[in-house]
């Protein structure tokens, strides 16, 4: 910790200040707001200050904008809101203009806003128009973008003889600023040519080092505006239609969700009737592994505004009405009558804001449900009840001090409290994020503590993490160090695969900035890993490699990878019983990508993996091959196919237990996926989307087991067979998914959304059939059948109040 403080100083006492120097622009009151229509006649829009001389930061930096492609960009507000006109001026035969869903940036030109109303560089709000007519925001703070965000605000787009023109109306009521009689706000505009990808910004940025925050302009001239009363409601309702099996479950459900400004800065966002329904299907796979599946979050509420949460990595928000976290022993001939997959939250509580000084506050609480289990005796039917979730309470409290414009420290805290005789946990961290002044080198450092409160005492872990990074240039490198302990433990609310680790690294790359021959950029990367157990304090392995990446100037991309395990590998997880380690070596894996131009109506991703290993009495041919054209049909309609091929011949790993002891085995493993992806988008406002997925693995043995020695090697006693196991470790795994949804934007944050989906799913040991025949058992299957709709509604306070306002004067 003290050589640690020493570089920080070090750091920032060599450091010295260089101003940036910023454009500003003085904005005027208007008493005749625009009309949001994409034609800038309006009054509003004379006699005003013009943003303009934009300038290219990539692919290169400093090439100022032509006549005739220049941006002109205008700013008036009132008491309601601040709008902004763009004109872009082009030949409109080469603007680019795809349909897409929100959010989505597709082959489209597009003008961006950023907002910093309190000038720090660091909490930025960003508002995208694409020439297409669709929107795009997100809140973003250092090198973060939070594209779940959705604000509530108005845009209009018009393509004329010499270009496009944007009109944007950001209402008050989605930006957070201080009471303050005169303010002045940080702003940059962007501008995208999507032809050559080439982005042009008001004022110059430095893509060398640094945030592009840093970088930003100034709005002056903002007088008398009063931030208003946030309040946003969202009731919905929602109907469902769940089919399988011959059961038919109908649920119809009506909600809220809040969002409130409890002051300037801070809001409450809140869901106190959660509705779930129609969370896409997670793309499930055959896990062969020691540690847990995990799928992404895909529940709104959790997935938007979260940024001050994931500070630290502590919280994986799908713990939130996760599966059961009891372990039920069940009796002999005893099983369960309807083991439950998720738990149902009751509501959910986020506040977070920061304050003019930096400070960031967050506070995030939900409530799950009691849940219980009926568990049936097979042979007298007798049946009990048993509780595998108790009530419980989920908990984040997050402070976040940021300073000099790129800087952080953050203090973390989750706990869980189940109610009853089930396990609590709290997990608090320490992190700092810092950077010098000039932003050419970065501190990264973490420490942690979890606590248990289990039935028999209480659990202690701890975790570090420390990395020290040159940040600017073309040559960049970093090191770090990363450690947890046997007892770190934070799967309540957080995701940890493993602990017990105590692991080096170094990591050095050289990238471009510039466009050089035919390419617009490249970067290359070493890196070198040290790996050990924290307890006992011995080695587990190293490995070392390259990758490379690079645009070429016509927009095709390329990447090259290369990983080398020397030596023996120690894996002390695989045998899933403590102490246990197994053994490989010398291993080499290599690969490769090639996306083309997403601009051409038809574009290729294509991926090429392989790996092998070089280790006396072992043959292991692993590839992966993947495969996915598009072709955008037209800017309403793209579609995409993917194939993905995987072939793992000759690996070994865990396979069952024999007398409770690990049997490991070698495996030949086929892995085949196949998907389509179809978009068709009327305009901004309507759209059809289809996701079909179907997903087969088989795994064979062919009775290749083995018994791990205490050595770490497998016994050349290859005298187990599949028959002396309790199961068949043979598998042949395979899953269906069609999702077909359509949604409707009826009125500014209203949405009519439809979806049907069906599911098919089947495991078992057939592991010789072949593809056809393995499909063919999968529609035997019981097929489920589901049909929702849900109808939201946005309604803004402020204008119910102006409503009444008008109506009693």
Known sequence: MKNTLCIVSLLFCVSLSIAQEKKSLNIQRTSNPPKIDGVLDDDAWKGLEIANDFVQFRPEMGVPETAETRTEVKVTYDDDAIYFSAYLYDDPSKIMSQFTSRDNFGQNDFFMLILNPNNDAQNNTMFVVFSSGTQADAVATLNNEDFGWNAVWDSAVKINDDGWAVEMKIPYRALRFENQDIQTWGVQFHREFRRDRSRYTWNPIDATKGSTGLYHGELTGIENIEPPVRLNLYPFASGLVNTFDGDTDTDLNFGLDVKYGITENFTLDATLIPDFSQAGFDNLVLNLGPFEQTFSEQRQFFTEGVDLFNKGNLFFSRRVGGGPSAEIELNENEDFVDYPNDIKVLNAVKVSGRTKKGLGVGVFNSITEKTDVTIKNS???????????????????????????????????????????????????????????????????????????????????????????????????????????????????????????????????????????????????????????????????????????????????????????????????????????????????????????????????????????????????????????????????????????????????????????????????????????????????????????????????????????????????????????????????????????????????????????????????????????????????????????????????????????????
Do not use: C
């Not at 503590?449 to 040159?470: C, E, P, V």
């Open 379 to 809: 042979i007298t039917g007798a049946t009990r009840q048993q509780t595998v979730e108790p009530f419980a309470n989920y908990n984040i409290i997050v402070l976040d001090q940021q300073f000099n414009q790129n800087s952080s420290i953050s203090l973390v805290n989750t706990n869980v409290l189940r109610e009853g005789n089930f396990r609590d946990a709290n997990v608090t961290a320490l992190i700092a994020d810092i950077s010098n002044k000039r932003n050419t080198y970065n501190i990264d450092g973490q420490v942690k503590m979890s606590n248990l409160n289990l039935s028999d005492g209480t659990q202690t872990g701890y975790s570090s993490f420390f990395a020290a990074r040159k940040t600017h240039g073309n040559l960049r490198y970093s090191f770090y160090h990363s450690y947890a302990d046997t007892k770190y433990d934070i799967n309540d609310l957080g995701l940890q695969f493993r602990n017990n680790f105590n692991n080096f690294g170094a990591d050095v790359w050289y990238q471009t900035f510039e466009p050089s021959g035919k390419l617009n950029n490249y970067s290359i990367n070493g890196y070198f890993n040290y790996r050990k157990l924290a307890n006992p304090n011995t080695f587990t392995g190293t490995n070392f490699g390259f990758n490379y990446r690079a645009q070429t100037k016509n927009l095709n991309f390329y990447r090259f990878r290369l990983n080398i395990e020397p030596g023996k590998q120690y894996d002390y997880f695989e045998a899933r019983e403590d102490g246990k380690f197994f053994i490989y070596e010398n291993v080499v894996s290599a690969g490769g990508s090639f996306s083309s131009n997403y601009n051409k109506k038809f574009a290729l991703d294509i991926e090429f993996n392989a790996a092998t290993l070089f280790e006396d009495g072992r043959d292991l041919v692993s590839y992966e091959f993947e495969f996915r054209p598009r072709v955008r049909i037209s800017n309403h309609f793209l579609l995409t196919y993917g194939l993905e091929l995987n072939i793992n011949n000759g690996s070994r790993g865990y396979a069952s237990e024999l007398n409770e002891e690990p049997v490991f085995g070698e495996r030949n493993r086929q892995i085949l996926e196949n998907s389509i992806s179809a978009n068709y988008n009327f305009n901004p406002f309507h759209s059809l989307n289809l996701v079909f997925r179907n997903y087969w693995d088989t795994v064979r043995y062919d009775d290749k087991l083995f018994t791990l020695l205490d050595t770490g090697r497998l016994s050349t006693n290859e005298g187990i067979t599949t028959s002396d196991l309790d199961e068949n470790p043979d598998v042949n795994f395979s899953t269906w998914n069609l999702d077909l949804s359509y949604s409707w934007q009826f009125a500014p944050g209203s949405f009519l959304t439809a979806l049907y989906r069906n599911q098919l799913f089947n495991i078992d040991d057939n592991s010789n059939d072949s593809y056809r025949e393995s499909l063919s058992t999968l529609f035997e299957q019981p097929i489920q059948h589901t049909f929702s709709l849900r109808l939201q509604y946005f309604i803004d306070y402020s204008n119910i109040k102006s409503i009444f306002t008008k109506k009693s004067s």
